[in-house]
């Protein structure tokens, strides 16, 4: 009996010694066959680039050290050129040499970066160039990684560094320490920006604070923000993923959901009550797609017409979904606010796991469905982990065809305009019926569109600012607008300028009285649009809202843009947007005046209801604090305010501007 037990313990040990050998044997193989693919691909990649020289990397680029240490995210970006994927027929697949165990996107959505866990090799995949153009070696065996405009970050748990390689090169360029070695890290950055980019222990644990760092030192930036007791927490169920324009994150557990908006200098975090699902930002960074809905950047429902589940595309506001069939392998394309899909793409994929895995989990941070449109490719990542699927999708040759009424934008903005140089932006939009109008909603002064959207502007060589915001406008006959918004830096040397500076303050000699006080409220009629509704799109979510006029007015605090837009409810649409020089405002409005408190300024400004034109600036009546001020909607005034610490509440008229004395 001892001996048969005995012979069948050596039997097991013989069977699995081979299979340990064959095992090693196999991942030497692979190995070995991985090496003699990455020896013929530099004389591939040479040749594809020859034949599509716009691919090559340009022989000069920006640096993400010409602004101070942590502004490397206000460096323009310059995306890499994306051409229409180089491959036969209507698909094609790409084998890996071995399982991937994540994947990121890149370079706006010329890359799809895979990491090989098994080789310890990153393959870097060009979708223009259809195939891997590099495999990057590894002293890992643990990484997470993300990917920017140009740079590619490789974090090495177990060896505690973070490292950084240029995107287009494949050269590695720095290496530092982790902030502290023992955590187990998740990294997000934007696919098409100079970041910055989160980093976030998976420990599951609260941290004190949420620290961004520089894309260029590799160290906090000095944006940061403190948690919460109710936050999103670490833990292996920590998920983060970053907007491809780079100002927004999202971050979710197995509670709570959040996302933190990137401004120029500072980065505010908005949280919302978790019930399920992932929160994955749009590559432009207004719209986030959480547990089948639609929300905006600070976490708050929108307006949605389904309930779907669905994974944002590289660039623009377009989403993928499978729709409500589960089993379908059909691909819709949708829109925010839109209830019909822009187009419905057959045979894409598996629908494998549900339609919400078939999407999503790549790993980490990747997808499973990526929508590159300058590429006029879709790209499904099977179950298999081992295979690259992309298919011939052209969005405006299908729209075309499709017979349908579309309306969309399909020219990316410049990022950049030069002092004392003429700035031209060819706006190309795809609508049918093809009649649109355009118009300039927020510019710098002198920057026009003419009827064939072409933008133009004489940049001064004067000009103060280092960066100005531009919302264009397109409505179509049918009433329905859609908008642009983007932001310009502004390069080149400021000439000196001779002329003195236009006075803040309104001089104590000026009449500041106004004849507004007997005059009637403003007129309100009925407005007539079609089907009853009508949809108003903000450039910007609101962070504030009053109303005015009698309630002719609605007039919304857009913080982003530093803008208040008036809405006049007598014509239905959005009729001015007033220009505010300050990020900390109160603002109230009566029947006739909207008065705007710069707080950080001390400063009251009056602006008219009637012309929308402002009248004056005087500075704030008092050296206290202002928590807050109202006024009556329907009313001549006064403006109150009331003041910090209290209780102490002040009077002003806002004919005279005058602070008014209470009777004991």
Not at 66 to 79: I, M, N, W, Y
Request: with cysteine; aromatic share 10%.
């Amino acid at each position: 009996m001892r001996l048969n037990q005995l012979r069948l313990f050596c039997f097991i040990l013989a069977a699995v010694c081979c299979l340990e050998v064959l095992s090693a044997q196999e991942k030497k193989d692979v190995a070995v066959k991985t090496q003699i693919h990455a020896s013929r691909i530099e004389e591939n990649v040479a040749r594809i680039y020859r034949e599509m020289p716009e691919l090559k990397p340009p022989a000069s680029r920006r640096s993400l050290t010409e602004r101070k240490p942590g502004e490397a995210h206000l460096v323009p970006v310059t995306l890499p050129p994306i051409l229409p994927a180089r491959f036969e027929g209507a698909k094609t697949t790409v084998q890996l040499p071995a399982e991937y165990s994540d994947v990121v996107e890149g370079g706006g959505g010329r890359f799809l970066i895979f990491y090989l866990k098994q080789l310890k090799q990153m393959a870097i995949f060009d979708v223009s160039a259809a195939r891997v153009v590099k495999y990057l070696p590894l002293d890992s065996e643990d990484v997470a990684f993300a990917a920017s405009a140009e740079k590619l970050l490789i974090v090495a748990r177990d060896k505690a560094f973070i490292r950084r390689y240029d995107l287009l090169t494949f050269e590695q360029e720095l290496t530092k320490p982790l902030p502290e070695p023992d955590l187990f890290y998740r990294i997000a950055m934007g696919s098409a920006s100079n970041g910055p980019f989160l980093l976030r222990s998976g420990e599951d644990q609260l941290p004190k604070h949420w620290f961004l760092y520089d894309l260029a030192t590799l160290e906090p930036n000095g944006l940061q923000v403190e948690t919460e007791r109710f936050d999103v927490r670490g833990g292996p169920n920590l998920l983060l993923r970053a907007s491809a324009n780079g100002r927004v994150f999202t971050l979710r557990d197995l509670h709570n959901a959040a996302s933190l908006v990137v401004d120029q200098n500072s980065a505010n975090k908005f949280r919302n009550t978790f019930s399920g699902g992932y929160p994955l930002p749009s590559a432009d960074g207004k719209t986030i797609y959480h547990n089948g809905r639609v929300y905006n950047s600070e976490m708050k429902p929108q307006s949605s017409p389904f309930n779907w589940f669905g994974v944002p595309s590289s660039s623009g506001d377009f989403f993928l979904t499978r729709g409500e069939n589960k089993e379908s392998s059909t691909l819709l394309i949708m829109q925010p606010g839109n209830p019909d899909p822009v187009l419905s793409v057959p045979e894409i994929g598996e629908p494998v796991y549900g339609k919400y895995y078939s999407l999503f989990k790549a790993g980490e941070t990747g997808y499973r469905l990526y929508f590159i449109k300058d590429a006029k490719t879709l790209i499904f990542l099977p179950a298999s982990n081992t295979e690259i699927m992309l298919y011939r999708f052209d969005l405006e040759r299908a729209l075309e065809e499709s017979g349908k009424d579309y309306f969309l934008v399909a020219s990316q903005p410049p990022v950049s305009a030069e002092r004392g140089t003429k700035f031209t932006y060819p706006l190309q939009v795809k609508a049918k019926p093809a009649q649109v109008k355009f118009k300039v909603n927020i510019g710098p002064e002198g920057m026009t569109v003419n009827p064939q959207g072409l933008v133009e502007w004489q940049v001064p060589r004067d000009l103060i600012e280092e960066q100005v915001d531009v919302v264009l406008s397109m409505t179509k006959p049918s009433g329905k607008e859609i908008l642009q918004t983007f932001r310009l830096a502004i390069q080149g040397e400021q000439a000196a300028t001779d002329s003195p500076p236009e006075p803040v303050v309104t001089p104590e000699s000026a009449e500041l009285k106004t004849d507004t006080k007997y005059t009637a409220l403003p007129t309100i009629t009925p407005v007539q649009f079609k089907d009853d509704q009508k949809q108003i799109n903000l450039p910007t979510p609101m962070t504030d809202l009053v109303t005015g006029g009698g309630g002719r007015y609605l007039i919304m605090y857009l913080k982003a843009l530093k803008r208040l837009a008036v809405f006049d409810c007598s014509q239905g649409a959005i009729v001015k947007y007033l220009p505010v020089d300050s990020e900390d405002i109160l603002f109230a409005a009566s029947g006739y005046h909207l008065m705007v408190l710069l707080r950080d300024k001390m400063l009251i400004q009056r602006w008219n209801l009637s012309t929308l034109q402002r009248e004056l600036t005087i500075p704030v009546p008092t050296t206290a604090r202002i928590g807050g001020m109202v006024m009556g909607s329907a009313s001549h005034g006064p403006l109150v305010l009331f003041c910090e610490p209290g209780p102490s509440i002040l009077f002003l008229d806002p004919d005279t501007m005058q602070l008014l004395a209470l009777e004991k």
